[in-house]
């Protein structure tokens, strides 16, 4: 993969095919791989870029907890498009990836056709009752013990893993080696970067473009905020992905592909 550094960060990311732009950002400790379905499936017809966020995948991982906010992932995204000399392009985030589309689509409106946004918010979603305590654990394991002591705790006591385990036993794995692949740093960071985060619900509005919302039937506590997102973008439509849950670009990756190719056609740029 190609590196950009950014301001000291190593950035990496991955460009395949020709044509319209098309821009995947991957959510929390996942990374530009989450997409390698949609990358076989769109390179040959557009110009598909992938980013490994800061902390994550390939790219490095800063140590202070003030290099690491939804703000400067958008910048790094930014950078990238700026060094690969797009001026429009469709961008699609899944979860964390979404808040930076979000708030992409609101600094850089200009350079948008079109916006995807897979299993996410606008800032408003549904947490277990105590999640600050199960997440304090988790960054406590993560420092001490590591990643997969972390992801073990996730696994036994978080009432939604367990629950998606236990309907899809085969995620298990491959949640556990997204995880293996996130640094220290990037976890527990970023989950704060995300928790501190303002909500942009009341600037939906200004979202102009066309904007296609997938919703993973099974993901429940992102239902109120998927609608959300379509009552309050202009241009917005909200399909439902049945038998998948919060990934549906991998769980479910043909019906998604499917519906996200018929999207992008009608897009113009």
């Given at each position: 993969?190609?590196?950009?550094?950014?301001?000291?960060?190593?950035?990496?990311?991955?460009?395949?095919?020709?044509?319209?732009?098309?821009?995947?950002?991957?959510?929390?400790?996942?990374?530009?791989?989450?997409?390698?379905?949609?990358?076989?499936?769109?390179?040959?017809?557009?110009?598909?870029?992938?980013?490994?966020?800061?902390?994550?995948?390939?790219?490095?991982?800063?140590?202070?907890?003030?290099?690491?906010?939804?703000?400067?992932?958008?910048?790094?995204?930014?950078?990238?498009?700026?060094?690969?000399?797009?001026?429009?392009?469709?961008?699609?985030?899944?979860?964390?990836?979404?808040?930076?589309?979000?708030?992409?689509?609101?600094?850089?409106?200009?350079?948008?056709?079109?916006?995807?946004?897979?299993?996410?918010s606008?800032?408003?979603?549904?947490?277990?009752?105590?999640?600050?305590?199960?997440?304090?654990?988790?960054?406590?394991?993560?420092?001490?013990?590591?990643m997969?002591?972390?992801f073990?705790?996730?696994?036994?006591?978080?009432?939604?893993?367990?629950?998606?385990?236990?309907?899809?036993?085969?995620?298990?794995?491959?949640?556990?080696r997204?995880?293996?692949?996130?640094?220290?740093?990037?976890?527990?960071?970023?989950?704060?970067?995300?928790?501190?985060?303002?909500?942009?619900?009341?600037?939906?509005?200004?979202?102009?473009?066309?904007?296609?919302?997938?919703?993973?039937?099974?993901?429940?506590?992102?239902?109120?905020?998927?609608?959300?997102?379509?009552?309050?973008?202009t241009?917005?439509?909200?399909?439902?992905?049945?038998?998948?849950?919060?990934?549906?670009?991998?769980?479910?990756?043909?019906?998604?592909?499917?519906?996200?190719?018929?999207?992008?056609?009608?897009?113009?740029?």
């Amino acid at each position: 993969m190609p590196v950009l550094n950014i301001n000291g960060v190593r950035v990496n990311y991955e460009v395949a095919g020709e044509g319209k732009a098309v821009v995947l950002i991957h959510g929390y400790t996942g990374s530009s791989q989450d997409w390698s379905n949609q990358m076989s499936a769109l390179s040959p017809t557009y110009r598909v870029i992938t980013v490994d966020l800061r902390g994550h995948g390939k790219s490095s991982a800063p140590s202070r907890e003030m290099d690491y906010s939804i703000e400067l992932f958008v910048e790094d995204v930014h950078s990238i498009l700026n060094h690969l000399n797009i001026e429009k392009c469709c961008l699609v985030g899944h979860s964390l990836g979404g808040f930076i589309a979000l708030e992409f689509a609101l600094k850089y409106p200009e350079l948008l056709a079109g916006l995807v946004l897979v299993d996410t918010s606008s800032g408003d979603w549904d947490r277990p009752t105590e999640y600050a305590e199960l997440r304090a654990k988790l960054d406590e394991l993560a420092r001490a013990q590591g990643m997969e002591a972390a992801f073990n705790y996730d696994a036994a006591n978080n009432p939604l893993r367990i629950e998606r385990f236990k309907r899809h036993p085969e995620l298990r794995e491959t949640s556990r080696r997204k995880v293996l692949m996130t640094s220290v740093d990037g976890y527990i960071y970023t989950a704060r970067a995300m928790g501190q985060w303002k909500s942009v619900t009341g600037r939906l509005s200004e979202i102009k473009v066309p904007t296609c919302i997938f919703w993973g039937e099974e993901d429940t506590p992102f239902l109120e905020a998927s609608r959300t997102l379509r009552d309050q973008i202009t241009d917005a439509e909200l399909i439902t992905v049945k038998g998948s849950g919060h990934s549906p670009h991998e769980e479910s990756s043909q019906v998604f592909n499917e519906k996200l190719v018929s999207f992008l056609g009608r897009i113009h740029y």
